[in-house]
Structures are given as structure tokens and as C-alpha cells.
């Protein structure tokens, strides 16, 4: 290959204007996929991460009755060669009274109550890492803002909050998604404060009340109890911050009349205080088991291993006559990995993913024709240089060669660049996202007022000294400039990302790297084919007419 | 002048006394759309070594296309092409190109540089064609030498790192003249030279081809204009698509 097509690629890019509008638009088509395509495959990662942090590798549900003799399951769990460690857990609806406003009328808001044995539990899911007032380390602390109250932690909190009892009263403890309090303020750095420092929620009670269902469907009595709030959780899942209090296991079994019982004979009669014989006891019961697989094992065997461990359970239960209730039959109860219990979410998104792929695979397409458009005329331009070139000894090769490496060049240069922007706004994205979401400060709109002003007193000089398209120029500078102050000025802070929506309290701010390489080489190859057309046409462009162009 | 060393297989067979160039009973017809234009009709051209030959023609007679012709860079429809006793038309167009940079060296009468490249880039463009990135590395000193020298002694040694577009006709003229003559080439092929420029830049541009050709070069130089025609040992006539 000759210097000589170097030389002129090197030249070519570097003294006019129209290649660096190309890296530009291949960059900017970059920087949008790998932009979107990260944002969604870091949603799909932290959809992932959310349900081991939430609720282990597999569960075995059996919801509103419950499975009796979930102890004796979690050993036989706790056994098999893929589990690493398994908790109960009861879960329900309740009603949870808030300790705010003042007065008499407080707050009572729905939640989804989680009853957990909170040693177990934590070994299962992440629910340590997710308790929210802990006191910082030193390092923790130096990145944290001044006025963050985890500065000033004791740990007293954080110690009540993994006993789910207050330590001083002793009375049982609850703790509550970071949402669920309507006192609770997200700040820019991702942490939290009250909004009024008296209601900071670790300091009072809340009162929850749950609906006991009969094993005839029907709901009976409810029951409330008093719970000192001992923490926070903070999982990152916007829903379940938003609507999930923790309490104790015990607790939740007592409310929802779930817990050990005396079982009586209802034919017999009555003694003397009205009481029945007492014939046996009712095992205590959870409505779920969570199971966490070791390292290794995929949720899927650990899912085939616990549902073989639950059919030979229930066969054991079943066989035995002493037993006077039964667990519920396999086929009655689900088995599923964290993944299928969340596959109404991820499978759109996934789906999703696959579609934004495809539909950006277009910008390919556009990167083809935009290089092919500029390379075209590039090529008209150059056809006398084509001459030249041909008459001093260079190749149809050579000739295919220059404008091949050209559109090379420039796909590449605007891929990493592109990768390099898009990177920069990934970073940064939930920054750029919160100034969007707040009013445009008053110096950006007058600042393009006066911008504006400047272009427009240019364009009337112009006009003046009849520069038709200085004037033009002009004129059109000083519209968009008046267009983007009057955008700044209505400019009502308004989020996109809004959690309630997309789960997650923040946007994914992973770059996704493979995709991003992908999308480059995509650009580049898509580039080289979009200046190929052109290329050839050069080639073929006949040295002896190409002189005579003048 | 150090010899160029190139084209390893071709038979080094100049037959003695013989033309170095040499076309005979060349003809080309150009179609236009459904119309022939028959050009050349049987041209024939000797030029020996070291021989200056102007060519004279009115306007339209063919003079380029046969300049074109013998710089291999246009082919005949019928007719013998020679280099050195060799046919050049039957050579695979790789070869032609080697032999237009190695053998030949083009000047036209609008320069033709290439705008993007400096003064210097642009007398060493020749020197670049068909080098690798290898042998550029070593060579590139030598070239750029060569180059610097050229342009020194046609007196362009202040514009190195111009562009064309800052430089009159002449100086312009003269680069196109210091890039023919990069690669050392037995033959130099002038299609109207001093067309474009006023008469004194136009004596000074000839004086230059006439030091080259004293210097054992072989012109083959296209012009209408008798007196320019005149500096030539031989002048001849194309009219009616030959040669008189
Ligand atoms: N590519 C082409 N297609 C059609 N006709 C052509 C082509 N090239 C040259 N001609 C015609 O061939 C004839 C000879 O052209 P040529 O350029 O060789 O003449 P010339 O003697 O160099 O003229 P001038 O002195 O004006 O440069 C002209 O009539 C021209 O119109
Ligand atoms: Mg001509």
C-alpha cells in the first residue's frame, strides 16, 4: 500500500470541514446506543442483583395458610448439597397507622408486611447491606455531606435493627422501606434526611394491623400490635422501598393467627368454663421459605433440588400418622427461582432491550448513508486530484484504498469518540437527570436572551453590508438562541426517570462495555461500506476525462 | 544521474540508436454519445534519448491524447506503443502505473497539484506511489532530500511548506515540474507548459526544461505557440489526426 493514500487521508482530514461533521454525526449516533442501550442493560443488571437482594435464589411459597413444619423443611433444605442457607417468612397485607401528623388523625397506609427471622434472613438475601442508619466508618464518612445523619450514628440503631427489638424497652421492632415514610427526602448525593428533623422515623412507633384469613377463606378479627421503628431499609427497588415494612417472625405469626395453637376438638363437649378438649397442637406456619444457593450453583438446580426436598418432606409428613396436620401437597406449592418469580418484569424489558437494539441498529444505517452522502460529494470534488493522483503512477487500488481508509478513519475516530461521550453522559447521567428535573437556572435563559440579541445585531449588520449568507446565518442563530432562552425561561423541572415507574430509584449508571464495542465496530464497519460506493466510483473515475475536469 | 534501478524483469533491451519512446500508427476515436470522433488516425512518433521533440497542433488536433497515449495514461484503440523497444499496450494496468511512475514524468498546463498537500508533499507524491509503510520509513529521508533538492534548484527553496494556492503560476509550474522529475524519469511529457503564464515566467519555466534536457532528459513537449516550439531540436506537426 502506498504512503501516498496516508498521506492523503491524513491531509484530506485535517483541512476541511465536512469529515469532522461526519465523525461527528457517526459520534453523536455512537454516544445515543450505547447511552440507551447501557440505561436499559443496567436496568436488567440491577432487576437481576434486586431479586438475590431481596429474596434469595429460590423460594418456596405456599401463600395466606402457610406451610406447618417449616422448620423441620429448612433443616431438610439446609442439607441439600446446593443450599447455602434457607429462612421462613410470612407475608401479607397490613395497615400500618404512621406516628405523623401531630395529633390525634394520623396516617395509616397499606404495606406489604414481611415477618422475617432476622438472623436467617440476612443470611439469605442482602438484607444487611439494604438497613439503612448504620453508623459510617471513617472513609464512609468523608463522602458523605455534612448535615447526612449517619455521621452521628452510635450504632444503636443499626443493633436494633438486626435484633428487630429495641434494646432499651425491649418491645418488638419494625423496619420500614425508606419510602414508605412520607418524611423522608432523597437528596442529590442518594441519601436521605427528614424533612423535618423530629419525624426522622427511627425514633417512633408505628402501629401495624394485619388481617388474619380463616382456613375457610374468611377473615376474622384483626389484629394490631405497637412496633418501635429500629431502622430503615433501603434496597434500591423503588417499589418495595416504597411499600414493605419488616417485622418479626413471631409477631407477624401471632397477628395473623399463624403461629403455634392448640388444636381442640370442636365435637366434643365443652368443660365447665366452655372450653374444648385439647386433642394435640397446630405447628407454627410461614407462607414462605427462602433458599440461597452457594457459590456456584445456579438458581435453577438449587430449584430442582428444593422441590425433590419438598416432595420428600410432604411424603415424610404424610406418612406419618402422628402427625395431624399435613403441609400442603407439592402440586399446591411453587417452587421458583428469583427469576421466575420476577419474569412479568424482566421479560419485557429484556424484550424491550432486544427491540432499542434492533431499532438502533438503524444509526448503522444512517452512519452508512451520511458517509456515503459526504463521500459522494467528496469524491465529485476530488475527481481532477483523482487524475493527478493516476497520472503520477497510483492505482484503481490505491485510488479505492484512500477513500476506504477515509471512511475508516472517520468511523473510527467517531466511534471512540461517540464511546467516549456516551461513557461521559452515563457517568453522569443521574446528575445531568436531576438538573433537568429542576428549574432552569435564571442566568441560562437571559444569558441566551442575550446571545440572542448579539446574533440578531450581527444579522441586521450583515444585512446592512448585503452578506446574503452571513444574514442567513445570522438570522437563524438569533431564532434557535430566542428558541432555547423561551425553552430555559418555561422551563418546568420535570423528571423522566420517575421511580415509580421504573423501579429503581436511580437511573443504571453502568456503562455496558460489550455493547458499547459492539456498537463501534458496527459504526465503523457500517462507515467503510457507506464510503465504499463512493470509493469505487472513484476508481473507476477514467485519469484522462478526470484532467481535462477543470 | 543516478539510475531509478526499477522494473526488474522487464528486459533492459534499448535497442542502440533506437527511439526510447516510440508510437506508431496510433489511432483513437472518442465516442460521443452515438458519434465517433476519430482523433488520432494513424499517428506515429520517435523520440531517442536525450531528444527534445515539441509538438505543434492547432486546437483539438489530438496533441494531448497523444501525449496521453505515450505517458500510458490513455490507451490506443489500434497502433504500437514502444518504451525502450518494449510494447507498452500490452501491458496489465499495475504495470502501467509502474511504468507512468517510474518511466515518465507529466507536466499539464493548469499544474495540477493537489491543493491539500504542501509544496514539498506534492514533489514527493511520485516518491510515495507504490512504497510501503516499511520502506517509506527508510527511505523517507532520502526522498524528502531529493525533493528538497529539486525544488532548490528550480529556486522554490523558501515555499516548502506552502500550499499551491499561495504561489503564482510560475512557482506553481515549477513544483509540477520538480514532482515529474521526483522519480528520475527518462522521459518528460510537457502538455502546453508555458500556456497559463505570462512571457517571462514562461522563458524561465523553459529554461528550466532546457537544463534538464541538457542534462540527457528526453521532452516530448505539446504547444501552439511557434517560438516556445522552437527551443525543441525537432519540432513536428499534427494535423488530421497525424503526424507530418
Ligand atoms: N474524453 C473525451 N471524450 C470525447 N471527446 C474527447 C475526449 N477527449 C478529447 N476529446 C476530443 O478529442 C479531440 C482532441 O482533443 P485533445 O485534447 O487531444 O486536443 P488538443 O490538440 O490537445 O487541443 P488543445 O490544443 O485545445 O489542448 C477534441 O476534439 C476533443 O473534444
Ligand atoms: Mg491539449
Redo the contacts with the bound molecule.
Keep these: 500500500m502506498g504512503v501516498y493514500v496516508s498521506l492523503l487521508v491524513r491531509r484530506y482530514l485535517t483541512t476541511r470541514i465536512i469529515p469532522l461533521i461526519a465523525v461527528g454525526a457517526v459520534a453523536l449516533c455512537v454516544a445515543l446506543v450505547t447511552v440507551v442501550v447501557s440505561v436499559m442493560s443496567g436496568f436488567l443488571e440491577n432487576l437481576r442483583n434486586s431479586g438475590r437482594t431481596l429474596m434469595g435464589d429460590v423460594v418456596v411459597s405456599y401463600p395466606v395458610q402457610g406451610i406447618p413444619w417449616y422448620e423441620d423443611l429448612i433443616a431438610d433444605i439446609e442439607r441439600l448439597p446446593g443450599a447455602e442457607a434457607a429462612t421462613p417468612l410470612v407475608d401479607t397485607y397490613g395497615l400500618v397507622r404512621m406516628p405523623y401528623p401531630d395529633g390525634g388523625n394520623k396516617d395509616v397506609v397499606t404495606a406489604q408486611v414481611w415477618a422475617i427471622e432476622p438472623d436467617s434472613f440476612a443470611r439469605v438475601t442482602e438484607f444487611d447491606r439494604t438497613i439503612w442508619w448504620k453508623p459510617a466508618d471513617a472513609a464512609q464518612a468523608l463522602a458523605m455531606a455534612p448535615d447526612d445523619p449517619r455521621r452521628t450514628l452510635t450504632g444503636k440503631e443499626y443493633g436494633n435493627a438486626k435484633a428487630m427489638r429495641d434494646a432499651d424497652t425491649g418491645a418488638p421492632g419494625a423496619l420500614l422501606g425508606m419510602h414508605v415514610s412520607v418524611v423522608n427526602q432523597r437528596q442529590r448525593d442518594g441519601s436521605y434526611r427528614p424533612r423535618v428533623d423530629r419525624w426522622w422515623m427511627p425514633s417512633h412507633e408505628v402501629t401495624v394491623t394485619l388481617v388474619p384469613i380463616s382456613e375457610k377463606g374468611q377473615v376474622s378479627q384483626s389484629n394490631s400490635r405497637v412496633f418501635k421503628v429500629v431502622n430503615e431499609v433501603m434496597s434500591g427497588v423503588f417499589q418495595v422501598d416504597r411499600n414493605r415494612i419488616f417485622i418479626p417472625l413471631k409477631d407477624g405469626q401471632e397477628l395473623l393467627r399463624l403461629d403455634e395453637a392448640p388444636v381442640v376438638d370442636t365435637d366434643a363437649e365443652p368443660d365447665a368454663q366452655g372450653n374444648l378438649p385439647v386433642i394435640g397442637t397446630s405447628p407454627a406456619r410461614a407462607t414462605q421459605v427462602l433458599v440461597r444457593a452457594k457459590p456456584g450453583v445456579t438458581p435453577r438446580e438449587l430449584r430442582d433440588q428444593v422441590t425433590e426436598a419438598y416432595a420428600a418432606f410432604w411424603g415424610r409428613k404424610a406418612a406419618d400418622r402422628s402427625v395431624r396436620v399435613r403441609p400442603p401437597a407439592p402440586d399446591y406449592v411453587t417452587v421458583q427461582t428469583w427469576e421466575e418469580r420476577l419474569r412479568d418484569i424482566i421479560a419485557p424489558v429484556e424484550r424491550e432491550r432486544q427491540m432499542m437494539r434492533i431499532l438502533f441498529s438503524l444509526t448503522y444505517l444512517v452512519c452508512a448513508g451520511l458517509i456515503l452522502a459526504i463521500f459522494w460529494s467528496i469524491v465529485s470534488e476530488k475527481t481532477r486530484d483523482v487524475g493527478i493522483l493516476r497520472a503520477v503512477g497510483a492505482g484503481r487500488l490505491g485510488v479505492l484504498r484512500i477513500f476506504l481508509a477515509y471512511g475508516l478513519v472517520i468511523g473510527a475516530v467517531g466511534s471512540l469518540a461517540g464511546a467516549g461521550l456516551g461513557w461521559l453522559i452515563i457517568r453522569n447521567i443521574n446528575d445531568i437527570h436531576m438538573a433537568l428535573g429542576e428549574d432552569a437556572p435564571a442566568w441560562s435563559w437571559i444569558a441566551a436572551y442575550l446571545l440572542a440579541a448579539l446574533a440578531g445585531t450581527m444579522a441586521l449588520r450583515a444585512l446592512v453590508a448585503s452578506r446574503v449568507l452571513a444574514t442567513l446565518l445570522h438570522s437563524v442563530a438569533a431564532l434557535v438562541l430566542a428558541g432555547i432562552g423561551t425553552g430555559l425561561y418555561l422551563h418546568q423541572g420535570f423528571l423522566m426517570w420517575d421511580p415509580a415507574v421504573y423501579y429503581f430509584a436511580t437511573i443504571p449508571s453502568q456503562m455496558d462495555w460489550t455493547n458499547a464495542v459492539v456498537t463501534c465496530i458496527g459504526a465503523t464497519v457500517f462507515s467503510v461500506l457507506g464510503a465504499a460506493v463512493p470509493a469505487a466510483r472513484a476508481a473507476d473515475i ?1 485519469p ?2 478526470a484532467l ?1 475536469y477543470e | 544521474m543516478t539510475s531509478s534501478g526499477h522494473q526488474p524483469h522487464a528486459p533492459a533491451a534499448p535497442v542502440a540508436g533506437g527511439p526510447i519512446l516510440e508510437a506508431r500508427d496510433v489511432h ?1 476515436t ?3 454519445g452515438r458519434v465517433e ?1 476519430p ?1 488520432l488516425k494513424g499517428a506515429s512518433i520517435a523520440v531517442h534519448p536525450g531528444e527534445w521533440v515539441s509538438i505543434l ?12 497515449i505515450l505517458g500510458g495514461l490513455d490507451r490506443a484503440d489500434r497502433g504500437h506503443v514502444a518504451f525502450r523497444g518494449e510494447e507498452i499496450v500490452g501491458y496489465s494496468p499495475r504495470r502501467l502505473d509502474r511504468y507512468r511512475n517510474d518511466h515518465v514524468g507529466f507536466v499539464f ?1 493548469f499544474y495540477h497539484l493537489l491543493p491539500e498537500l504542501t509544496v514539498l508533499e506534492n514533489a514527493m507524491l511520485p516518491a510515495t506511489v507504490g512504497v510501503g509503510m516499511i520502506e517509506w520509513s527508510r527511505r523517507r529521508h532520502e526522498v524528502r532530500e531529493r525533493a528538497r533538492a529539486l525544488l532548490d534548484r528550480l529556486g522554490l527553496s523558501h515555499r516548502f511548506r506552502h500550499r499551491p494556492a499561495e504561489l503564482s503560476g510560475g512557482e506553481r509550474q515549477r513544483v509540477a515540474i520538480a514532482r515529474a522529475l521526483m522519480r528520475n524519469p527518462e522521459v518528460l511529457l510537457a ?2 507548459p508555458t500556456g497559463n503564464l505570462d512571457a517571462r515566467s514562461g522563458e524561465s519555466l523553459l529554461e528550466v526544461i532546457a537544463e534538464q534536457h541538457r542534462a540527457g532528459l528526453a521532452v516530448v513537449m ?1 504547444t ?1 505557440d511557434q517560438w516556445v516550439a522552437a527551443r525543441a531540436d525537432r519540432t513536428v506537426h ?1 494535423a488530421d489526426g497525424r503526424v507530418a
Design positions: 477514467d484522462v476525462r481535462r | 483513437r472518442y465516442r460521443l470522433v482523433v497542433g492547432s486546437s483539438g488536433s489530438g496533441k494531448s491524447t497523444l501525449l496521453h498546463q502538455d502546453e505539446v501552439h499534427l
